[in-house]
């Protein structure tokens, strides 16, 4: 089945720093990645989309000079959390639809997240 | 714009026992409805869809969900749960063209105790 692969699963940096996140899909293509957060015991809440080739297209109260994101092939989006902070610390996941499933409403793939603490 | 309303933040049941965890959605378009599974520090892993067709979904694990369109619920069941069901349990849904991100439920917390 599809997979998503995220690396690293966990991370901790120091205030200031800047740290990047790295998601593939290993056995299929995808021209949009969507990467969510999620603050302990609560939900996972879409930070951006990621598309291949163009700019990321980023929600509402997301800073994009913050989360940098760069979709540079058609396997690899990355996050980068630039000048990290420690309200920056959260649960980083992203996800993919395999295009060669039944349709663009085939199920989203998740990666296995990313812990990031900041010090 | 689609929402999604998980009613209980935590389920405790005991082994064996039959479980259910309730999902309402809203939205003025027709939607495809999920449930995923997440264990702790890792990612999701769909436990079934609804996307047409037959109400009555069955997913991975024993679990089944039923789609009612009435009452804009997807709640999900388990007949006996085991130890290993202990896990949060997100609730999504999606419009029902393009590739478009999931809109996820705040999750239910199911614990199951021996």
């Known amino acids: 089945g599809a997979v998503v692969s995220q690396h690293p699963s966990w991370v901790i940096c120091k205030s200031g720093t800047s740290v990047k996140i790295e998601c593939r899909s290993l056995?299929?293509?995808?021209?949009?990645m969507f990467w969510y957060r999620q603050f302990p015991k609560q939900s996972l809440m879409l930070m951006a989309t990621?598309?291949?080739?163009?700019?990321?297209?980023?929600e509402q109260g997301v800073e994009k000079d913050k989360f940098l994101i760069n979709h540079a092939s058609l396997t690899l989006s990355t996050l980068t959390v630039t000048s990290a902070h420690p309200e920056d610390s959260s649960f980083y996941i992203c996800s993919a639809r395999d295009p060669r499933q039944l349709s663009y409403n085939s199920p989203l793939h998740f990666g296995n997240g990313t812990r990031l603490t900041v010090t | 714009a689609q929402s999604v309303t998980q009613l209980d933040s935590q389920v405790p049941v005991f082994e064996e026992a039959p479980v259910e965890l309730r999902c309402n959605y809203s939205s003025s378009v027709s939607v495809y409805l999920f449930w995923y599974v997440q264990y702790p520090n890792q990612g999701l892993q769909l436990l079934l869809k609804y996307l047409s067709g037959s109400t009555l979904v069955k997913g991975i694990n024993g679990f089944e969900a039923e789609f009612n369109k009435s009452q804009t619920s997807f709640h999900l069941r388990k007949p006996s749960v085991h130890i290993s069901d202990t896990a949060e349990y997100f609730c999504a849904v999606s419009p029902p063209s393009g590739n478009t991100p999931l809109v996820f439920g705040k999750g239910t917390r199911l614990s199951v105790i021996a």
């Open positions: 990621s598309n291949e080739g163009s700019k990321a297209t980023y």
């Open positions: 056995d299929f293509q995808a021209t949009t």
